[in-house]
């Protein structure tokens, strides 16, 4: 079975700050690993993924994620906050033996940007 | 760019009814997703569809189907609606390449009301 656990609820952080959102997954295999980000009343947007290489994955709007194999973890990070940055965010796990396997997402993070 | 556009974006029903949502893939993609969210959930995987045949089955009960028409749009159907079935249902699409590391790509969500 593969899982996705994040651990907050939500972060508040203020503008120009940096931002973590913590992700940590449990799959069989090696996983393949997702970003979402939902805005109000939209649907999920693609962020960035981890497929293999380099551990520090760089995705749209200035987030990167850290894929940590040891302690099973795939942060989300930006090193500037923007307001605009404030939606909730999925992180979601594949795990790579079941190539075509469902998506299974966390259960959400609210990022709260502060002017 | 086109994208997965889904009918009807908000839909009410009352209990007992039937509901059939609708969803248009991304030209090309060949695999269909559809998951429901609950108020303050985590999308919860239904089922996919790949080149019209069911591929995978989540958590969908037995009173709703789908299915995946020759033109790759879908269509979930959902009988007997009860007041837990409220939620915003998504539909997905995704290319299915030759790994698990296919991005889905949402559609903007059908919010279903069961009075």
């Known amino acids: 079975a593969q899982s996705v656990a994040q651990p907050e609820d939500q972060v508040n952080v203020a503008e120009g700050n940096p931002l973590t959102v913590k992700c940590t997954y449990s799959?069989?295999?090696?996983?393949?690993l997702f970003w979402y980000v939902q805005y109000p009343n939209r649907g999920l947007q693609f962020l960035l993924k981890y497929i293999t290489g380099d551990n520090l994955v760089k995705g749209s709007y200035g987030f990167e994620a850290e894929f940590n194999k040891s302690q099973t973890s795939f942060h989300l990070k930006k090193p500037s906050a923007l307001v605009s940055d404030s939606a909730l965010y999925f992180c979601a796990v594949r795990d790579r033996r079941w190539g075509y396997s469902t998506l299974t997402f966390g259960k959400g993070t609210m990022l709260l940007v502060s002017p | 760019a086109a994208g997965v556009i889904q009918s009807p974006r908000h839909l009410i029903k009352e209990k007992r009814e039937t509901a059939t949502l609708k969803c248009y893939p991304i030209p090309r993609h060949d695999t269909v997703y559809w998951y429901q969210q609950g108020p303050g959930q985590d999308p919860q995987f239904l089922i996919s569809f790949y080149e019209k045949m069911q591929s995978d089955k989540g958590s969908i009960p037995d009173r709703f189907s789908a299915q995946q028409f020759s033109d790759y749009h879908s269509e979930l159907n959902m009988s007997s609606l009860e007041l837990g079935d409220s939620a915003l249902y998504f539909c997905?699409?995704?290319?299915?390449?030759?790994?698990?590391?296919?991005?889905?790509?949402f559609g903007a969500g059908s919010r279903l009301t069961v009075l």
């Open positions: 799959v069989s295999g090696n996983p393949y």
């Open positions: 997905a699409s995704s290319l299915r390449g030759v790994s698990g590391a296919n991005v889905l790509t």
